[in-house]
């Protein structure tokens, strides 16, 4: 089994610029010679994290990508991103594409959630007057009709779900729970964290109210759908204020400034031969012949993006899901730890992003179920020594696997 592919929802209110932060995190300039992921669905593109290549860090000229890119000592991992339409306060009641859209965060590894952090769309996506619309409500609208659509469908049969387990002697219920909530991908170990945060134990479900349930929804979204909040619009001046504002009232999710439209301006300049830039870097070179307009243009992200926030935020909130939300580390593993390189010779052909914690074991079962099956040992290619199955891969490690098949 290869590793997991990696999806992330674009998700928000709608005109917020969902879809022009999915454009500008899927324009890329340099085409993969084969694609990554097999099956793409309409609103499902390719995005990529970024981090320095470990050839970098062994010293290397360069490095042979198969299964990913690097530009410039920059390594672009592939991960799915899916545009998810603009969802409309009542979306868990059917109103506007309500389960549609709901449909599709589940699949979602972590979600996006992209506001208007300049206050110039109304709930329903009308433009008004920057400024004049709260994004923290934003937030709290998204939030509270997942939330309000995964109880919905839950509660239909909870009463008599609950007296099953009440009465009947299991041993393991949270395993069963989380068969009941397998539908929006939650899994068993967010069941047990979920009742630890509450401080129940799956003993008396009958006794719960409604608010109960509603309580362990909360928690169960909040475990297995990890959010970053896209602070989209940050290029206006109304921006700032709310973007600080958002960062107080939501300590414990990541508020990313971004800006969309400057990003897919840059990345579009770039494709043209007009600069040089690379997604996520806080600056670009001119290179080419601009007009007026273009000039003009670019000049301005210059000012009011980069030179504000450092970046335009894309990469940067793209990294966050991955890295930061999700715990994800990469490691390359190659035929030859002398080399690098797999059995072409091509050096460090692939990086993958696995979760922390992942053993060398449970890499080789992700290279080929046969490499996991027959394995001996593993050779950390870095220092030359050999490992355990049970050795647990550190971020950036290069891993040869020994089998006997
Ligand atoms: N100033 C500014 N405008 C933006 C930015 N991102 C998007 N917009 C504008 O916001 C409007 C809506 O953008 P879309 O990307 O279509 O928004 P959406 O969220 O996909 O909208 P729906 O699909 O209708 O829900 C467009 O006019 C964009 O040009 C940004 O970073 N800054
Ligand atoms: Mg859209």
Redesign the pocket.
């Known amino acids: 089994m290869p590793p997991r592919e990696i999806l992330l929802g674009v998700v928000?209110k709608?005109?917020?610029?969902?879809?022009?932060?999915f454009s500008a995190a899927t324009e890329t300039s340099v085409e993969m010679e084969n694609r990554p992921f097999t099956t793409i669905e309409p609103n499902i593109g390719i995005s990529y994290v970024r981090k320095k290549c470990v050839h970098t860090k062994l010293g290397l000229p360069k490095c042979t990508p198969r299964n990913s890119i690097c530009i410039e000592g920059n390594r672009f991992i592939p991960v799915k991103l899916m545009?998810i339409?603009?969802l409309v306060p009542g979306a868990h009641l059917g109103r506007g594409l309500g389960n549609k859209f709901l449909d599709d965060i589940r699949q979602a590894d972590a979600i996006l959630l992209?506001v208007d952090a300049?206050g110039s769309t109304s709930e329903d996506?009308v433009p008004v007057k920057p400024g004049s619309f709260d994004p923290i409500k934003e937030v709290e609208l998204i939030l509270n009709e997942i939330d309000m659509w995964i109880f919905n469908n839950v509660k239909k049969d909870w009463s008599r779900f609950a007296r099953t387990l009440d009465t009947g002697s299991y041993t393991d219920k949270y395993s069963i729970i989380a068969q009941r909530f397998s539908g929006f991908s939650i899994k068993k170990e967010h069941v047990i964290q979920a009742f630890e945060e509450i401080g129940k134990t799956p003993s008396k479900l009958t006794t719960w109210s409604d608010e109960d349930l509603l309580e362990f929804v909360k928690v169960l979204r909040r475990k297995s759908k990890p959010i970053v909040i896209v602070a989209?619009?940050?290029?206006?001046p109304s921006a700032e204020e709310n973007i600080k504002r958002l960062k107080e009232k939501f300590p414990e999710i990541p508020v990313i400034p971004?800006?969309?439209?400057?990003e897919l301006a840059l990345r579009h300049a770039a494709k043209k031969g007009l600069i040089r830039y690379i997604p996520g870097d806080s600056t670009f070179t001119v290179i080419g012949d601009l007009n007026t307009k273009q000039r003009e243009a670019l000049e301005s992200i210059k000012k009011n993006v980069l030179g504000k926030w450092g970046s335009t935020g894309v990469q940067e909130a793209l990294n966050t899901a991955v890295f930061k939300v999700l715990n994800m580390i990469t490691v390359y593993p190659v035929e030859d730890a002398t080399h690098y390189t797999d059995k072409d010779g091509r050096i460090l052909p692939d990086a993958y992003l696995v979760p922390k914690g992942t053993t060398a074991r449970e890499l080789a079962y992700m290279i080929h179920t046969d490499l996991g099956r027959g394995f001996l040992y593993a050779v950390n290619a870095k220092t030359k020594q050999r490992i355990g199955e049970n050795y647990v891969l550190e971020d950036d490690d290069v891993i040869k696997i020994v089998s006997t098949l």
């Open positions: 928000g709608t005109n917020v610029g969902k879809s022009t932060f545009d339409a603009g992209v300049s996506g989209n619009k940050s290029d206006r971004t800006s969309s439209v400057a």
